[in-house]
């Protein structure tokens, strides 16, 4: 089945800093998706992408749809104490049949110091 | 905004009990779906439902059944609770099923003793 790798695991960076997080997949993805969980909360849509190449942003956030279309890459900049949480890519192969499942990658953990 | 609503964010329930988890979405969607999510596993579909009365598995349907009377509200049946369903318990929602991103609930954090 299809696998996502989203690095790195987990990041501990100083308030105002710029991070950095990707996922790199088997196969290729129609859709690419950026999720945040906070504690004890349900994951939270960032940011959608749809189209390779793509670079969308939402605030501080922004997200690209890599062009092989097998990766997706995730900034954040002048962190906050806020953004603490884990943030997830998922993709999707939209090519109908079993395809609408979701593949989610295993999170990235971030905690930022004050 | 999208609205979905998981009727707990916590329960306790004993083995061999009977455990409907139930979820509500506000926004007209097609689609509902449950997940489970488990440290180091990340988040696995259990059921998922693309209309009413309409259900198709997910990837670990064992132990759940689902029930769908209506478009707005998703329930998950833990039919015979055990010891390794203590999870965290996540609904979503969509509007198509391709193309379109899936809406989470807050989540249900289930523990079964």
């Known amino acids: 089945g299809q696998q996502l790798n989203q690095s790195p695991q987990s990041m501990f960076i100083q308030e105002g800093e710029d991070v950095s997080m990707n996922c790199t997949s088997s196969?290729?993805?129609?859709?690419w998706l950026w999720y945040k969980q906070d504690p004890g909360e349900g994951p939270v849509l960032l940011i959608a992408?749809?189209?390779?190449?793509e670079l969308t942003s939402n605030g501080r956030l922004t997200a690209q749809f890599g062009i092989t279309r097998k990766d997706s890459f995730l900034n954040i900049s002048a962190s906050i104490p806020s953004d603490v949480g884990i943030y997830f890519c998922?993709?999707?192969?939209?090519?109908?049949?079993?395809?609408?499942?979701?593949?989610f990658g295993k999170g990235t953990l971030l905690t930022v110091n004050p | 905004d999208v609205k979905v609503t998981q009727s707990s964010r916590y329960l306790v329930k004993r083995t061999g009990e009977k455990v409907f988890l139930e979820c509500v979405q506000d926004?007209?969607?097609?689609?509902m779906f449950w997940y489970r999510q488990d440290p180091g596993l990340g988040l696995r579909l259990i059921y998922f439902?693309?209309?009413?009365?309409?259900?198709e598995k997910g990837d670990i349907p064992e132990g759940y059944s689902v029930s769908r009377e209506k478009k707005e509200r998703f329930s998950l049946i833990l039919e015979s609770a055990s010891t390794n369903q203590t999870s965290m318990y996540l609904c979503?929602?969509?509007?198509?099923?391709?193309?379109?991103?899936?809406?989470f609930g807050d989540g249900t954090r289930l523990s079964i003793l």
């Open positions: 926004m007209d969607h097609e689609n």
């Open positions: 439902s693309y209309d009413v009365k309409m259900k």
């Open positions: 979503a929602s969509s509007r198509g099923l391709f193309g379109q991103p899936q809406h």
């Open positions: 998922a993709g999707q192969l939209s090519s109908g049949g079993s395809n609408y499942k979701l593949t």
């Open positions: 992408l749809y189209k390779a190449g």
């Open positions: 196969s290729i993805f129609n859709t």
